[in-house]
């Protein structure tokens, strides 16, 4: 199965590796960066937010210029210095003694992550055909949770906030890690150039985002991406933790549980979830996700409910609502950039990729925002109710984009194969 998941260009291959290897790296630091500023470093847990919030500003605000850059010169010419910005940065986390060196820091690495992951997905799309860009943006989700849940394994048994030189230890592996898929790329010499017209590079091109505004299809599917995000994936980190912990009243080793049946959800199913998928309609599946998702909302409800009488049961529930959560993860992982960039067009790839990234970053600021105050309502259920009211109505949307969409786009009929787009050197 796994060979059949795997693109047929072997420079796709490689990337995908760079892949893994740079997850490897990222879970080794993921859920530590909070503790490491208060606990270790001394900065208070406001400016600590402070920091926190501030890359996620900087990475939605410089994101559409990513877009565009990698549309004006390549993909290539982007996401190799963003790599090496996000592991000087990450590198430099070792050395962060105060909030104003916090903000420095996070300022470099926001630079470097506001065009990696469009750029990546730019040149997966440009290597694969349209029939393999499903398999292989679920493949390359599976090996990002693979890496991570590797790396946080390694991480959680060296880290000791009674030595700092453990976290610093991690924050250089992390540092060396991002430099993996540039040496990689570098490697590639023909990977990555600027794809679309022939125009000198630098030159702007016909259209941009208004272009890609006003493509009703991927409009629509924007208007998806936002509402289920907001209630889904921007809820992990924040509103989940919140009702496990306050509502449901289980301990915090329970919820680490629930991460961890998450990645293994994820690791075990995608490829199968993969195959299954094959010709088959993606708006249908980007239905399916959101009840899902609806689903295991409800499951962590039923928690809160059960936590007074069977603690034990509650804390199943928790875990497998974050267990049933990433089954839906790996039906959208493979669907959602599969179908973003049917709906591109090479001039304007990086920009839609760049658009599409761009719905984690708003919703990542709209989901922690809501969620408070909500879980402070009836003792969570009106927070339940919201987010299992959004992703059904993040259903009903998928389902009115078929009617938008080809057969071809919807991956209900297979385009004829044809080589992969040739680049037009920068």
């Keep these: 199965m796994l060979r059949r998941a795997l693109p047929r260009r072997w420079e796709a291959r490689r990337l995908l590796v760079g892949t893994l290897l740079s997850a490897i790296g990222r879970g080794l630091t993921l859920p530590f960066l909070f503790i490491y500023l208060t606990d270790v470093r001394g900065i208070s847990d406001t400016h600590a937010g402070l920091a926190i919030g501030w890359y996620g500003a900087v990475t939605l605000a410089l994101s559409p210029l990513g877009g565009t850059l990698i549309d004006r010169f390549g993909a290539r010419r982007v996401v190799v210095p963003c790599l090496v910005a996000e592991a000087v940065g990450t590198g430099s986390l070792a050395l962060v003694h105060s909030t104003g060196s916090a903000l420095l820091v996070m300022t470099v690495i926001a630079?470097?992550?506001?065009?990696?992951?469009?750029?990546?997905?730019?040149?997966?799309?440009?290597?694969?055909?349209?029939?393999?860009?499903?398999?292989?943006?679920?493949?390359?989700?599976?090996?990002?949770?693979?890496?991570?849940?590797?790396?946080?394994?390694?991480?959680?048994?060296?880290?000791?906030?009674?030595?700092?030189?453990?976290?610093?230890a991690i924050y250089l592996l992390d540092a060396v890690s991002y430099l993996m898929p540039a040496l990689i790329l570098l490697t590639l010499p023909g990977v990555g150039r600027r794809l679309g017209d022939r125009?000198?590079?630098?030159?702007?091109?016909?259209?941009?985002?208004?272009?890609?505004?006003?493509?009703?299809?991927?409009?629509?599917?924007?208007?998806?991406?936002?509402?289920?995000?907001?209630?889904?994936?921007?809820?992990?980190?924040?509103?989940?933790?919140?009702?496990?912990?306050?509502?449901?009243?289980?301990?915090?080793?329970?919820?680490?549980?629930a991460l961890a049946a998450n990645t293994v959800m994820i690791v075990l199913a995608q490829l199968l979830v993969i195959r299954r998928i094959e010709g088959r309609s993606r708006t249908r599946a980007l239905a399916v996700v959101g009840a899902v998702f609806a689903a295991a909302w409800l499951v962590l409800g039923a928690a809160g409910l059960v936590s007074s009488e069977n603690a034990l049961m509650a804390a199943l529930c928790v875990v497998a609502c974050s267990a049933i959560f990433g089954f839906g993860e790996t039906l959208l992982s493979p669907v959602m950039p599969a179908l973003t960039n049917a709906l591109a067009t090479d001039?304007?790839?990086?920009?839609?990729?760049?658009?599409?990234?761009?719905?984690?970053?708003?919703?990542?600021?709209?989901?922690?925002?809501?969620?408070?105050?909500?879980?402070?309502?009836?003792?969570?259920?009106v927070w339940v109710a919201t987010v299992v009211g959004g992703c059904l109505v993040a259903s009903l949307v998928a389902l009115s984009l078929r009617r938008l969409l080809s057969a071809e786009q919807d991956g209900t009929t297979t385009a004829p194969a044809s080589p992969a787009p040739i680049p037009t050197p920068a």
């Design 111 to 168: 630079i470097g992550g506001s065009a990696i992951w469009s750029g990546q997905n730019t040149i997966l799309a440009s290597l694969t055909d349209s029939d393999e860009r499903q398999r292989v943006f679920g493949l390359n989700f599976a090996l990002l949770n693979l890496g991570i849940g590797i790396g946080g394994m390694t991480s959680g048994a060296i880290i000791d906030t009674a030595r700092p030189g453990t976290f610093q």
């Design 199 to 257: 125009r000198p590079a630098g030159e702007p091109s016909s259209g941009g985002y208004l272009t890609v505004l006003r493509d009703r299809p991927f409009r629509r599917l924007v208007i998806f991406g936002l509402i289920l995000t907001t209630c889904g994936y921007a809820q992990v980190e924040v509103g989940f933790a919140a009702y496990a912990v306050r509502v449901a009243e289980v301990s915090p080793r329970v919820v680490a549980w």
């Design 347 to 381: 001039e304007l790839r990086g920009r839609y990729n760049a658009m599409s990234s761009m719905i984690f970053g708003i919703s990542g600021v709209i989901g922690p925002v809501t969620a408070g105050p909500l879980i402070g309502a009836a003792d969570g259920k």
